[in-house]
């Protein structure tokens, strides 16, 4: 069987025979398919990407229709049960498990890393007290940017690696100091010794009178939750990350870029919409009403359906069980209750089914952090600190890679044909009277 297949241009009647490639065909092959010899050739029209493979990628692996995510080919359960997030992160970055030799390294190198400078410090306190913190994460990253000029050569993999580090030590650091601003609170510097969730828990809250945030379950499972946010493949604050990234600016635009796209509330600001979606709904004998109106498309039910998984997101699945351990140190969060029956009738009701709509990564989170003490602002600032790893594991993924180049995608014009400016618009000398106030 040969890996090809064949169009006919019944504009024309010619046949084009393109090769296949990982079930793929390349659409620069299309471009031969022309009417008349000097055509620009045909494209493929694809808004919002649907059905389009950017690059090639050995980082995450999704089967949509099976509910699979693995992570440099381990599955996303067995990671999140037997690893630690650095250990993870490593893996997602070098492409292996770290051995107790370079997860030494590895932690002793993040830990280097964990400090801002004061400037930065004069940099968040301009924010105004209510500033939400994603906004102050965004803007932060990017100001990185300004302390780091070494960063621009992003064709060094020595400078690749340093700013890898520099950002996984960093991004909680300035997401626990926007938590503090937000609080009115000074900050608490990072205590390296603690290991990653534990040191960003020490940092929003240390000195709290609740001992039980400081409770070694919870701290576990933060670590899980940061496991399960680290990648997934080509979402949307990852493209954004590979076409900021593709202009060759620095990692630390290219991040703030990627962190935007995910405050978005189709994405990672999902979590923070599920935690007022609940709280909208109420109570049980309100769900009906809500479901109702979802269906009239009124609203939609946050933290479900998802581009690619047409199935139960695995994640999901995992984040269920990890608030049930949650709950045990610091009490039933009684959304988890009507999340769940949400769940149930969501599942069992056709619109749903028919639409394969299941909850996704962001539909447990937020109850989860809620009943650890944190505001729904912070929701999608958790989300951001894990998926920085997927973001430069794929930003450096793209730098190296020999097929990529500068992201410039091409349009339909659908736009007026040329026309004439009417007469009135004859632009000459400025007139008196506007030259009046120069006098
Ligand atoms: C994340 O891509 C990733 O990998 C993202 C992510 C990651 O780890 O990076 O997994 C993280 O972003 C998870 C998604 C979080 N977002 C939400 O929970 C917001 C609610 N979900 C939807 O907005 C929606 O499901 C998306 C954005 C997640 C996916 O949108 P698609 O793939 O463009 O699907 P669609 O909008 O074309 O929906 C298909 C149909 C439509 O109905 P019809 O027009 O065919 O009648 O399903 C309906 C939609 O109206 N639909 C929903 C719905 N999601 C889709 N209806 C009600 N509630 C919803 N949540």
Known sequence: MENTVTVTDNRTGEQYTFPVTHDTIRAMDLRKIKVAPDDFGMMSYDPAFMNTASCESKITYIDGDKGI???????????????????????????????????TEWLAALRIHMGIFENIKKFMEGFRYDAHPMGMLVSTLAALSTFYPDAKDVRNSEVQMHCIRRIIGKIPIIAAYGYRHSKGLDYISPEPKLGYAENFMHMLWDRSPLEHLKHPVLARALDVLFILHIDHEQNCSTNAMRAVGSSEADPFLSIAGAAAALAGPLHGGANEEVLKMLDKIGSQENIPEFIRGVKEGKHKLMGFGHRVYKNYDPRARIIKRTAEEVFEVTGRNKKIDLAMELERIALTDDYFVSRKLYPNVDFYSGIIYEAMGLEPQMFTVLFAIPRAVGWLAQWQELINDPAQKIARPRQIYTGYEQRKLPDSYTYGAPSEESLAYTR
């Open 69 to 103: 995510l693995r992570y440099r080919g381990y599955d996303i359960a067995d990671l999140a049960e037997h690893c630690t997030f650095p250990q993870v992160a490593y893996l997602v970055i070098h492409g292996e498990l770290p051995d107790p030799e370079q997860e």
